[in-house]
């Protein structure tokens, strides 16, 4: 190795470190491990401040299953975050293309965890440490194929997130076929559907007129309540396969409605 | 505006996206891209590229921190370009930063050929986990964003000459903790 070789090494440092030398907080030097821990608890708060409040409702149940119910809004459903005490702290969103609702749960086991089986073009994801989120957005700085996709995404909620009519949105993929599942070997309901996303060409930075493409994977189990969402552009086999063998971890901690500032999440982005 | 609405604005394929993202970050992207390439144009053009970059990514992608996502991009997209300059267009004050890292695989030690770069960058990661923030702003200015020792002594208020050595002990306690770790025989 020579200093090219460490100084590349430093590309793929943690988020966490390039955001925070953004600025500099004189604030924020009076503790380092303090800090850390800090950024991390941010990280879950924003995520929770994802919330969107659903101001009109009445659109025909889509399909109703054992653990979840699904159904399309109409396009002039309105859904908003607020993540400011202010008149202008929201943003609105109209055209949802799907939301899932849960039966209201008092109390969901906290859940982590780590991959058992993943694509060979994905092998770099497999880690040890057992997560809540795990993405494989930082493949496409090494690998540049991989630049404009998703291939692999999976992250944890909890049922008592969404109690009193709280929801996990679809807003701009279009769900195709909504495939009901029990998995009894993991103990899940299983809600999973291919999904596709037009966008349009942007002449003024020559970009071109394409289509996206997602599979997508709710697992839930409604004795412990929590849900495991999975997408990705690996093909739903291969999401299917990468589903069955997680290995999912119970942290001891259980969360109630009032763990959570909002309740709202989204399963394709945008507010993440 | 904050970062997932500018998200959001990529999803919609907003042409204010890129407008917003260059009002947020704008500063930080043009200086690591001027940090890495001498060349205005050089950089300029890293810039854009950058830009496109996350216009082209955002769908599908939803990065956690639009910021380092950004700059991530933008620095990887100088170096490609930094290494595929002629000699001409090479940057002293980059040169300078690399040279100082060298320091910490020099010494007389050797470093593992075979090392996966990953492995490094996440004893990189447990390095930075434990310095207190000023020390780890300290080195991520100067060997992540390549800022040079005045900027960053301009930013955190100190003098330049009292950041030069504090660079140099943490130049040392990584090499220290790369030979801990076994990456550096």
């Given at each position: 190795?020579?200093?090219?070789?460490?100084?590349?090494?430093?590309?793929?440092?943690?988020?966490?470190?390039?955001?925070?030398?953004l600025?500099?907080?004189?604030?924020?030097?009076?503790?380092?491990?303090e800090?850390?821990?800090?950024?991390?608890?941010?990280?879950?708060?924003?995520?929770?401040?994802?919330?969107?409040?659903?101001?009109?409702?009445?659109?025909?149940?889509y399909?109703?299953f054992?653990?979840?119910?699904?159904?399309v809004?109409?396009?002039?459903?309105?859904?908003?975050?607020?993540?400011?005490?202010?008149?202008?702290?929201?943003?609105?969103?109209t055209?949802?293309?799907?939301?899932?609702?849960?039966?209201?749960?008092?109390?969901?086991?906290?859940i982590?965890f780590?991959p058992?089986?993943?694509?060979?073009?994905?092998?770099?994801?497999?880690?040890?440490?057992?997560?809540?989120?795990?993405?494989?957005?930082?493949?496409?700085?090494?690998?540049p194929?991989?630049?404009?996709?998703q291939?692999?995404?999976i992250?944890?909620?909890?049922?008592?997130?969404?109690?009193?009519?709280?929801a996990?949105?679809?807003?701009?993929?279009?769900?195709?076929?909504?495939?009901?599942?029990?998995?009894?070997?993991?103990?899940v309901?299983?809600?999973?559907?291919?999904?596709?996303?037009?966008?349009?060409?942007?002449?003024?930075?020559h970009?071109?007129?394409r289509?996206?493409?997602?599979?997508?994977i709710?697992?839930?189990?409604?004795?412990?309540?929590w849900?495991?969402?999975?997408?990705?552009?690996?093909?739903?086999?291969?999401?299917?396969?990468?589903?069955?063998?997680?290995?999912?971890?119970?942290?001891?901690?259980?969360?109630?409605?009032?763990?959570?500032?909002?309740?709202?999440?989204?399963?394709?982005?945008?507010v993440? | 505006?904050?970062?997932?609405?500018?998200?959001?604005?990529?999803?919609?394929?907003?042409?204010?996206?890129?407008?917003?993202?260059?009002?947020?970050?704008?500063?930080?992207?043009?200086?690591?891209?001027?940090?890495?390439?001498?060349?205005?144009?050089d950089?300029?053009?890293?810039v854009?590229?950058?830009?496109?970059?996350?216009?082209?990514s955002?769908?599908?992608?939803?990065?956690d921190?639009?910021?380092?996502?950004?700059c991530?991009?933008?620095?990887?997209?100088?170096?490609?370009r930094?290494r595929s300059?002629?000699?001409?267009?090479?940057?002293?004050?980059?040169?300078?930063?690399?040279?100082?890292?060298e320091?910490?695989?020099?010494s007389?030690?050797?470093?593992?050929?075979?090392?996966?770069?990953?492995?490094?960058?996440?004893?990189?990661?447990?390095?930075?986990a434990?310095?207190d923030?000023?020390?780890?702003?300290?080195?991520?200015?100067?060997y992540w964003?390549?800022?040079?020792?005045?900027?960053?002594?301009?930013?955190?208020?100190?003098?330049e000459?009292?950041?030069?050595?504090r660079?140099?002990?943490?130049?040392?306690?990584?090499?220290?903790?790369?030979?801990?770790?076994?990456?550096?025989?």
């Amino acid at each position: 190795m020579n200093r090219e070789k460490l100084f590349d090494s430093l590309a793929e440092l943690d988020d966490r470190y390039i955001a925070e030398a953004l600025r500099y907080s004189p604030e924020a030097a009076s503790g380092s491990s303090e800090r850390i821990v800090h950024l991390n608890k941010k990280k879950i708060i924003s995520f929770a401040l994802a919330a969107v409040l659903i101001l009109a409702l009445g659109a025909a149940a889509y399909a109703v299953f054992s653990t979840y119910s699904a159904r399309v809004p109409e396009p002039e459903e309105t859904f908003r975050i607020n993540w400011e005490e202010n008149a202008s702290g929201y943003i609105e969103w109209t055209d949802a293309k799907l939301a899932v609702t849960f039966p209201d749960t008092a109390e969901s086991k906290e859940i982590e965890f780590r991959p058992g089986w993943l694509p060979d073009e994905l092998s770099e994801l497999m880690v040890k440490k057992p997560l809540s989120r795990l993405t494989a957005e930082e493949l496409a700085y090494k690998f540049p194929e991989l630049s404009g996709s998703q291939p692999l995404l999976i992250e944890s909620y909890s049922m008592s997130m969404f109690n009193d009519g709280g929801a996990l949105l679809l807003l701009y993929y279009t769900p195709e076929e909504i495939i009901e599942e029990r998995w009894e070997e993991q103990g899940v309901d299983v809600m999973r559907f291919h999904a596709t996303m037009h966008v349009d060409a942007a002449p003024h930075i020559h970009a071109p007129e394409r289509t996206i493409e997602q599979d997508i994977i709710l697992m839930s189990n409604p004795e412990a309540g929590w849900i495991v969402c999975l997408n990705g552009e690996i093909g739903m086999d291969e999401l299917v396969k990468v589903a069955r063998n997680l290995e999912i971890f119970e942290t001891g901690r259980a969360l109630t409605y009032d763990d959570f500032e909002n309740h709202y999440a989204f399963m394709d982005g945008g507010v993440g | 505006m904050e970062d997932r609405e500018i998200i959001g604005l990529f999803f919609e394929r907003s042409e204010r996206a890129i407008r917003e993202l260059d009002k947020k970050y704008g500063k930080a992207v043009k200086a690591i891209a001027g940090n890495v390439l001498r060349d205005r144009q050089d950089a300029e053009e890293c810039v854009n590229d950058a830009y496109l970059g996350v216009w082209s990514s955002i769908p599908p992608q939803r990065p956690d921190s639009l910021g380092s996502y950004v700059c991530r991009i933008a620095r990887n997209q100088a170096i490609s370009r930094l290494r595929s300059n002629t000699a001409a267009k090479r940057n002293d004050g980059f040169d300078l930063v690399l040279d100082e890292l060298e320091e910490c695989v020099s010494s007389g030690a050797d470093v593992e050929a075979e090392i996966e770069g990953k492995e490094l960058s996440r004893a990189v990661d447990r390095f930075l986990a434990t310095l207190d923030y000023d020390d780890r702003f300290l080195f991520v200015r100067r060997y992540w964003y390549a800022d040079s020792v005045k900027e960053i002594a301009a930013a955190m208020g100190r003098k330049e000459n009292q950041l030069s050595v504090r660079l140099f002990r943490l130049r040392e306690k990584l090499r220290k903790t790369l030979v801990k770790e076994g990456l550096l025989v």
